[in-house]
């Protein structure tokens, strides 16, 4: 009788628990901190079908990976990936803990019911603010009544909704605290991120970056925050706040690391295996996928894949005009 591969675990004895499936690099929206207008995505033939994630997400379920989220890009634009979750979804409460997605949320009324149906339970919108002609200035279309009746279509589903919102100085510093009160009078978590200088967006990031504990000092002006030990197998920090009822999180990857506990590798749409979004390192899973010995491949590239996860991430705005501390965009790698 063949033995289970191993666990996979990395030279700081970190166990990795937690895959971020990207199966497209895609959007609908063009964020301006994410990518440019005219962005090139990639070539359809250079992705894998949904055979192969599926294939994929089994390998890192046998190594023990107990939460896969599915990102894009946008992942709901890919066509069928509905059937992917639906295939995933039947191995939640067995092998899987969690099946979840992340989206931008355009078209998430028209899939929320069949998302409920295949087992996913929780997922995270991006929402940087809710005014119209802001968020059609942020994104470059005119798309938020689509995202807020995407949310609207979730809860009704059942699906619990978290917003994840990037901070951006003098484009919605302004509106953070209305936001926050929003999302937790609909029953919403939100979490808060830093700008991530990952690729060339035509524009500087320093001119848009604000540091979390700013914005933190700001919120405790104006509400209690309670720490709080709630945890959702990410990188977020939360509190609870006393006076909405809602948990707020932050991502801090420039203000405050959270390497040491980190727990995730993020696998592109193209099987390329990345062990920390902030670093150049990885692992070509496709090659492995598509080889004579599918099995013995897989097994060599996750142990080097294990052997190469760095400590930690570089990421650092340093100051204006500072190149993209990463070349590739966040859709390439998958939020």
Known sequence: MTPPPPPLIDRYARAITYLRLSVTDRCDLRCAYCMPERMQFLPRAEVLT?????????????????????????????????????ALGRHVGGELDELTLTTNGTRLAEFADDLAAAGVRRINVSLDTRDRARFAALTRRDQVDAVLAGIAAARAAGIAVKINTVALKDINEDEIADLIGWAHGQGHDVTLIEVMPLGDIGADRFDHYLPLDAVRRELEARWTLVPTTATSGGPARYVDIAETGGRLGFITPLTGNFCAGCNRVRLTATGQLYLCLGGEAHVDLRAALRSDDPEAALNAAFARAMGEKPERHGFAIDGPGAAAAVARHMSVTGG
Do not use: S, W
């Open 50 to 86: 949904l055979e192969e994630l599926y294939c994929a997400a089994r390998a890192f379920m046998a190594r023990g990976v107990r939460k896969i989220r599915l990102t894009g890009g946008e992942p709901l634009v890919r066509r069928d990936m509905i059937e992917l979750v639906r």
